[in-house]
């Protein structure tokens, strides 16, 4: 079993910029691809970004590349999500997942294990 927890969600003013964080307890951290999806209100959940186990690869939903960077600290069991220039259609519930190591990144929520409870990121025009 994994357990994940996120941070660092916030209300944030367009064009600003924020980190989130995933610790992950319970598991060697290193085994596992990792993830962030995110749902807005009345929306389905979508794929931002996912990283493989040493951070060597990594893939982005087209809606956010240039601006969301998703990195691992294997040390300190953690993913991170760096978001730059945020916009208004970036508001949502940010959610980090996790699925062993030894497949190919995905894209699909259905592919995930594990999964955190979620940080609230709020946009302000």
């Known amino acids: 079993q994994v357990q994940l927890v996120e941070s660092g969600g916030e209300l944030v003013q367009a064009g600003g910029s924020l980190r989130l964080s995933c610790v992950a307890s319970?598991?060697?951290?290193?085994?596992?691809?990792m993830g962030w999806f995110r749902q807005a209100p009345g929306k389905e959940r979508e794929f931002v970004a996912t990283?493989?186990?040493?951070?060597?690869?990594?893939v982005y939903a087209e809606s956010v590349k240039g601006r969301f960077t998703i990195s691992r600290d294997n040390a300190k069991n953690t993913v991170y999500l760096q978001i730059y220039s945020v916009k208004p259609e970036d508001t949502a519930v940010y959610y980090c997942?996790?699925?062993?190591?030894?497949?190919?990144?995905?894209?699909?929520?259905?592919?995930?294990?594990?999964w955190g409870q979620g940080t609230q990121v709020t946009v302000s025009s």
């Open positions: 997942a996790a699925r062993p190591s030894g497949v190919l990144l995905s894209r699909i929520a259905s592919n995930y294990h594990y």
């Open positions: 319970g598991r060697t951290f290193s085994n596992y691809i």
């Open positions: 990283i493989n186990w040493s951070g060597g690869s990594t």
